[in-house]
């Protein structure tokens, strides 16, 4: 998290001033892709393993090479993109990531294969699972689009947004909902038919909903059907998550910090702005404007991956002990950088509706790079008492990390 706040610094600073030794567009690379791999991704498989299976007490040595192999490959991917973009070293690194999911995929499919049955949470993680392994589809298309120089816009575009829905529509916000579900599923006042309700039209429009993003010649009356059917069904699947969170308000407020309960918060509120978001992106003109003014887009990435991905994982690391938020210096470190992304996403939306409008903000650029200082202190601070326990731990005697 600190390095991609670091990277992000880089390049909101090369925005407002020179620094040529940098390629803005390798710089990006690197950012993209490691927040995809090196912080989303790594952590909610750890997370996956540690809350749905018991596979690491039972296959220690396995894990621990695999979490050290992926490792090493998305700190040399966030190198080589930085240092060369899409070169031979950076291509080969980020196919061995895609080999690397799949080698979790099948391991945490074989771990819950007789576990979490009736669970709508373990149902979560296994449709997760399946959508990180179909997005993988994206970069062969991609690949294959690129080695025939086929160069037209739409396909290779279809074929980068195939990937990125999967993982953020997909693999990403599902797994993060069945850490929600997880704990929903330990109240009295749990409700399984709101949940498998709730699971049932989410996993079923995230096939489809993946037509938002592409684009056609002139698209079809029937793919525009599609998109209002599973916009519709996107949002009523909100008005179960309600009833779920309220039902079971007072329970779950109880035994959560109050640091945790505003994380939680901003996470959920994000959420649902997001589905709310994909549902006005319907309208013809609104998705004009949706995907084809680039601040928008930043926007809305930075939405899903701050606002509601990182939030919740802050959130569910706090609730864990993983971030002691007892230790005054690592519950400042939270509080700057949770203050950061609200404000980054202020600063984002009103720069994406400046844009629309045509109307230039001269300082914006500047502001942003101002707060993106707050995102690395904060990121930093929140690394200072992890590093130390997990050093002591290492260095006491008969101890290990």
Excluded at 58 to 82: E, G, K, P
Excluded at 237 to 250: G, Q, T
Aim: proline residues 2%; hydrophobic residues 55%.
């Amino acid at each position: 998290l600190l390095i991609l706040a670091l990277i992000g610094l880089m390049l909101r600073y090369k925005i407002n001033f020179p620094l040529p030794f940098i390629k803005q567009e390798n710089l990006l690379h690197a950012h993209s892709h490691f927040a995809f791999n090196g912080w989303v991704a790594f952590l909610l498989q750890v997370l996956i393993l540690d809350e749905f299976t018991s596979d690491y007490k039972r296959i220690t040595r396995f894990w621990d090479r695999f979490f050290l192999a992926s490792t090493i490959v998305n700190y040399a991917m966030v190198i080589s993109f930085a240092w060369a973009g899409y070169s031979t070293v950076s291509i080969a690194l980020s196919t061995a990531a895609t080999w690397l999911s799949y080698a979790f995929a099948y391991k945490i499919y074989k771990a819950m294969r007789n576990s979490g049955n009736g669970l709508i949470s373990y149902g979560f993680v296994r449709a997760a699972i399946f959508f990180l392994l179909l997005s993988s589809l994206g970069p062969y298309a991609l690949a294959i689009i690129m080695n025939t120089k086929n160069t037209h816009q739409y396909w290779s575009h279809n074929a980068l947004y195939f990937y990125l829905h999967f993982q953020y529509n997909g693999f990403f916000t599902l797994t993060v909902l069945a850490f929600l579900i997880r704990k929903l599923e330990t109240s009295a006042a749990y409700n399984i038919k709101h949940a498998r309700t709730f699971f049932l039209l989410l996993i079923f429009t995230c096939l489809p909903s993946y037509l938002f993003t592409s684009l056609w010649h002139q698209r079809p009356v029937s793919i525009t059907i599609i998109i209002i059917i599973t916009a519709c069904l996107q949002t009523a699947a909100l008005f179960f998550l309600w009833k779920l969170l309220s039902d079971n308000r007072k329970i779950l407020y109880n035994s959560l910090s109050r640091t945790c309960r505003w994380i939680y918060g901003i996470a959920i509120s994000a959420f649902i702005l997001k589905v709310m978001l994909q549902f006005f992106s319907v309208y013809p003109q609104m998705s004009k404007i949706a995907f084809g003014f680039r601040p928008v887009i930043i926007g809305y990435l930075h939405l899903i991956f701050l606002g509601f991905i990182t939030m919740y994982m802050l959130g569910f690391l706090a609730e864990k002990k993983i971030i002691m938020i007892t230790d005054r210096l690592t519950a400042t470190g939270l509080f700057i950088f949770v203050a950061g992304v609200i404000v980054n996403e202020v600063l984002l939306a009103t720069q994406g509706f400046a844009s629309i409008y045509d109307v230039f903000l001269p300082r914006m650029n500047m502001l942003l790079f101002a707060n993106t200082f707050t995102l690395a202190i904060g990121a930093l601070l929140l690394c200072i008492n992890p590093a130390k326990r997990l050093a002591k731990s290492a260095g006491g005697p008969g101890s290990s990390a």
